[in-house]
Antibody, heavy 124, light 107 residues
Framework: EVRLVESGGGLVRPGGSLRLSCAAS????????MNWVRQAPGKGLEWVSY????????NYADSVKGRFTISRDNAKKSLFLQMNSLRVEDTAVYYC?????????????????WGQGTTVAVSS | DIQMTQSPSTLSASVGDRVTITCRAS??????LAWYQQKPGKAPKLLIH???SLEDGVPSRFGGGGSGTDFTLTISSLQPDDFATYYC?????????FGGGTKVEIK
């Protein structure tokens, strides 16, 4: 069974930092690109960041560029999101999501597996 | 950036109805479009990729169409389990972008 389990969320003051983790199981993690997607309370989905299967290609949304860093450890089947200089508007549920694009020799595809999400609240 | 516009934002329908949700891209994305279903408090679920390819296990009452800039998600006969919010997403190029969502409510 494919599983993605996020952790590391919590309450943090503006300007603070958090490191999110996503533990993968049930599939060959190194064969998949990965994404972070967030959803602010009562709002829609917002893509945050992408990392290719090897980590060679990384993309960020403009809203987090320069503050967030995505990384992965294929040996440990884990995805990470280091979030610095957090703002109130970063408050959201953060999901890690699997991207099977490599199966079709592409960079991106629909995200076919998602974690349950971890909640980040930024407030003073 | 490619903007994705969904309509309507809310749709009221009855069990058995045929419903159609539209998604428009601000520029051509070929067929690089996905549709997701999300229920309250749950993660999104991929329904359709490449505009019209149904994911394994998704009921055949769901169908996707379109290419270029205009796309549709159709539910041929709405079932109680289908009341949810639906999102389109383009993956033609980064940044990946989602539509604003369509909430399908019980009439």
């Amino acid at each position: 069974e494919v599983r993605l389990v996020e952790s590391g969320g919590g309450l943090v003051r503006p300007g603070g930092s958090l490191r999110l983790s996503c533990a993968a199981s049930g599939f060959t993690f190194s064969d998949y690109h990965m994404n972070w997607v967030r959803q602010a309370p009562g709002k829609g989905l917002e893509w945050v960041s992408y990392i290719s299967n090897t980590g060679a290609t990384i993309n960020y949304a403009d809203s987090v560029k320069g503050r967030f860093t995505i990384s992965r450890d294929n040996a440990k089947k884990s995805l990470f999101l280091q979030m610095n200089s957090l703002r109130v508007e970063d408050t959201a549920v953060y999901y890690c999501a699997r991207d099977p694009a490599l199966l079709w020799f592409r960079e991106f595809s629909g995200m076919d597996a998602w974690g349950q999400g971890t909640t980040v609240a930024v407030s003073s | 950036d490619i903007q994705m516009t969904q309509s309507p934002s809310t749709l009221s329908a009855s069990v058995g109805d045929r419903v159609t949700i539209t998604c428009r891209a601000s520029q051509s994305i070929s067929s690089w479009l996905a549709w997701y279903q999300q229920k309250p408090g749950k993660a999104p679920k991929l329904l359709i990729h490449k505009a019209s390819s149904l994911e394994d296990g998704v009921p055949s009452r769901f169908g996707g169409g379109g290419s270029g800039t205009d796309f549709t998600l159709t539910i041929s006969s709405l079932q109680p389990d289908d009341f949810a919010t639906y999102y389109c997403q383009q993956y033609h190029r980064s940044p990946l972008t989602f539509g604003g969502g369509t909430k399908v409510e019980i009439k």
